[in-house]
T-cell receptor
Framework: DAKTTQPPSMDCAEGRAANLPCNHSTISGNEYVYWYRQIHSQGPQYIIH???NNETNEMASLIITEDRKSSTLILPHATLRDTAVYYCIGLYRTASKLTFGTGTRLQVTL | KAGVTQTPRYLIKTRGQQVTLSCSPISGHRSVSWYQQTPGQGLQFLFE???????NKGNFPGRFSGRQFSNSRSEMNVSTLELGDSALYLC???????????FGPGTRLTVT
């Protein structure tokens, strides 16, 4: 599985876009980029995943660079409920063993 | 539909005892994975079961074991508990071929 690097913490004002970066320079061609988040004391929650193309769902957008060495998770209008630890994970399509790093602690403030 | 359920939610045990935790996956999900979360080591993969067979195993001692039943429900067992086993134990389920894993709320185990 690819090693990922994320900033330990970020702040974002409520209503603004939160852009969370992830470096995955060792990712292989068959590995997807997954994003999960964990709100305090709850189980992690799947957000989005992508391989090469940018992806968007009801929760977020995922922008993957052309060389696939990094990606950015975008929460378009952050709310206080988005305060959580966000994990970026590189994983093969058929694998289910998630390897969580230390993630980015996003604090959304008024 | 109902989410992943884990029982019990909280548990206190003493060193040397053993413990069994239970996980009921989402209906139709046949893959169940277990994770341990501690402040020092973060979220770590324990093992994965699919159709009653262990498919993947993390780097944990043999005191940690699990099993899956024919209805996809899973249990994990920790024998000879140590203080360091105090953690939040999370279970996740998924459908074969799906990208998403759905996590339960976890069982918080405290070993005294």
């Amino acid at each position: 599985d690819a090693k990922t690097t994320q900033p330990p913490s970020m702040d974002c004002a409520e209503g603004r876009a939160a852009n969370l970066p992830c470096n995955h320079s060792t990712i292989s061609g068959n590995e997807y980029v997954y994003w999960y988040r964990q709100i305090h004391s709850q189980g992690p929650q799947y957000i989005i995943h992508g391989l090469k193309n940018n992806e968007t769902n009801e929760m977020a957008s995922l922008i993957i660079t052309e060389d696939r060495k990094s990606s950015t998770l975008i929460l378009p209008h952050a709310t206080l409920r988005d305060t959580a630890v966000y994990y970026c994970i590189g994983l093969y399509r058929t694998a289910s063993k998630l390897t969580f790093g230390t993630g980015t602690r996003l604090q959304v403030t008024l | 539909k109902a989410g992943v359920t884990q029982t019990p939610r909280y548990l206190i045990k003493t060193r040397g005892q053993q413990v069994t935790l239970s996980c009921s996956p989402i209906s139709g999900h046949r893959s169940v994975s277990w994770y341990q979360q501690t402040p020092g080591q973060g979220l770590q993969f324990l093992f994965e079961y699919f159709s009653e067979t262990q498919r993947n195993k993390g780097n944990f001692p043999g005191r940690f074991s699990g099993r899956q039943f024919s209805n996809s429900r899973s249990e994990m067992n920790v024998s000879t508990l140590e203080l360091g086993d105090s953690a939040l134990y999370l279970c996740a389920s998924s459908r074969q071929g799906d990208h998403e894993q759905y996590f339960g709320p976890g069982t918080r185990l405290t070993v005294t």
